[in-house]
């Protein structure tokens, strides 16, 4: 094994096109399990760390840049009001410990369908930031999971950053598991509100062999609120509204049975989780700050 | 390769390390600091926790590499650190003591390290917080309750003796 440890953005860029087999090292967080356990022995592992561009954000324009390795923790501290749905999303992963080293690019390289990024990203809309030697590509997040931990890169290509529309409305995030710590989503579910755009837009985690968005249930809610002026009056939710937006949200999954749930506790939840989270946001929409009351 | 760090204020350096091993393994089987623990080597424990430029990582998941020329606190260094006299505890490994947070002991170095730096941050913290800072470290003895008192106890002790030193001060 060799360890190459490029000190700029244009050294790993050469490097991975040199050896495509190299495999890149954020945080470590996933990366360095597979190596404990003997799950992988690369050639190469090309550490990401020292590349100072990668652990900042640019949040001046309509999207934040986030460098691909910004610790959760950060994320959390420093982008809760441009990232709510993200920011949320982090808080949940793993620990203080953990938090303090993954990141929203190792989580897009693992593209395990319980990255609990994921979610999140669907819901804001997001591209990412794909560079090689020859080029950089922006690559829409919806297109970047291509199957069960795999990605839309090449061979040859790093994460750089990953674009992030800047929140305009409320957004949620919610994830079922056993605990509240170190857990592995069971399943979760994103949503964003974007009123400028009058859309809705959500995320589905660990419910099918990617994260997915719920798109027929985004059309429906769309649909609906512009039908009922919602938009403008700020009025209530007819619980038939949100009893549908659930179904279509529990329609959109594909789940499997594994040891953390079945696939019918999978949908169901995602239909619970759906029409909590439409409560919240919709709630703070109306301008009632909090969860507490609107809780499903 | 070799690999040079800083470990509770000394350089060391390290031999024959293989790519692949995580900072933890160096820092027991090369550098001779046991102190943080090996159980899971999957970042789910914390017993292995150490400050890597000051921020507590899972020591099992740095990279050996990715350690160079960076800065390391072990629990080895909290005594030290905290300017106790020479061969006394830190005031948060002596509040574990006092509050018999300590049964078998292979948690307590992680947790020593991570309660350290939540008081740093936080000299004063909630049981919320406590308890958020501390949710990456398992202990199978205690049942965590003694583990929250020593807490607890140490940022009473840390307020106390802030406290005494504004008194002091004319
Ligand atoms: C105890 C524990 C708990 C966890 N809990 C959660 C959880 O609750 N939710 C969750 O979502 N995840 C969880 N994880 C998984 C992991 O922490 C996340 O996936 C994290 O986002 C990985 O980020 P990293 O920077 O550590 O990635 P690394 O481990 O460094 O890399 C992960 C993958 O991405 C690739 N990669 C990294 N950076 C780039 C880049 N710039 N360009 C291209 N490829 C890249 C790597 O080659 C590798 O394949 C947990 C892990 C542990 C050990
Ligand atoms: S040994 Fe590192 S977290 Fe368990
Ligand atoms: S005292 Fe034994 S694991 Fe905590």
Redesign the interface.
């Known amino acids: 094994m060799d360890f190459l440890r490029p000190a700029s953005w244009a050294e790993a860029l050469a490097a991975k096109a040199e050896h495509p087999s190299a495999v890149p090292l954020a945080g470590g967080t996933d990366v360095m399990v597979e190596i404990n356990f003997d799950h992988r022995r690369p050639e190469y592992l090309l550490d990401l760390q020292r590349i100072g561009e990668l652990h900042t954000w640019d949040a001046d324009g309509p999207d934040v840049r986030l460098g691909a390795a910004v610790p959760y923790t950060r994320i959390i501290d420093h982008l809760a009001d441009e990232l709510p749905g993200l920011a949320l999303a982090a808080r949940t992963v793993g620990s203080p410990q953990i938090r303090n080293r993954g990141s929203v690019g190792g989580n897009l390289g693992a593209a395990s369908p319980a990255g609990d990024s994921h979610p999140a990203l669907l819901a804001a809309g997001a591209e990412v930031e794909a560079e090689s030697v020859r080029g950089t590509r922006l690559i829409p997040v919806e297109e970047f999971y291509t199957g069960v931990k795999r990605n839309a890169l090449a061979p040859d290509e790093l994460i750089r950053a990953v674009r992030i529309r800047k929140a305009t409305g409320p957004q949620q995030f919610s994830k079922v598991g056993t605990r509240n710590a170190m857990v592995i989503a069971v399943c979760a579910f994103g949503i964003a509100l974007h009123p400028g755009s009058r859309t809705v837009r959500t995320g589905i985690g660990s419910a099918a062999p990617t994260p997915v968005r719920a798109r027929a249930a985004e059309e429906f809610l769309a649909a609906a609120l512009d039908d009922g002026r919602l938009w403008d009056t700020r009025g209530p939710l007819g619980p038939a509204v949100a009893g549908e937006f659930a179904e279509l949200a529990s329609g959109a999954c594909n789940p499997i049975d594994d040891v953390r749930g079945s696939a019918a506790y999978r949908r169901r939840a995602v239909g619970v989780m759906a029409r909590r989270t439409l409560g919240w946001v919709w709630g703070a929409y109306r301008g009632n700050e909090g969860r507490g009351a609107a809780c499903a | ?1 070799r690999v040079t760090f800083t470990v509770n204020g000394r350089v060391h350096e390290a031999d024959d390390v ?3 091993e ?1 900072l933890l393994y160096v820092l027991r089987e090369r550098l001779g600091l046991p102190g943080s623990k090996n159980a899971c ?4 424990c ?1 017993s292995c ?1 150490v400050r890597l430029d000051d ?4 020591a ?4 050996a ?2 350690a ?1 020329g960076r800065e390391v606190v072990t629990v080895e260094g909290l005594a030290e650190r905290s300017g106790a006299p020479g061969g006394r505890l830190s005031p948060v490994q002596q509040a574990f003591v006092d509050a018999g947070a300590v049964q078998c002991g292979f948690c307590t170095p992680g947790l020593l390290v ?1 309660t350290d730096e939540l008081l740093e941050r936080h000299p004063d913290p909630s049981d919320a917080d406590i308890r ?2 501390l ?3 398992l202990c199978r003895c205690t049942g965590y309750e003694k583990i929250l008192d020593a807490v607890r106890l140490a940022a009473a002790r840390g307020g106390e003796t802030a406290r005494d030193g504004e008194a002091a001060r004319p």
């Open positions: 390769m293989w790519e692949g995580s080597e999957q970042g789910e914390g926790t921020v507590p990582v899972c099992c998941l740095v990279a590499g990715q160079e991570a958020e800072a949710s990456g470290n």
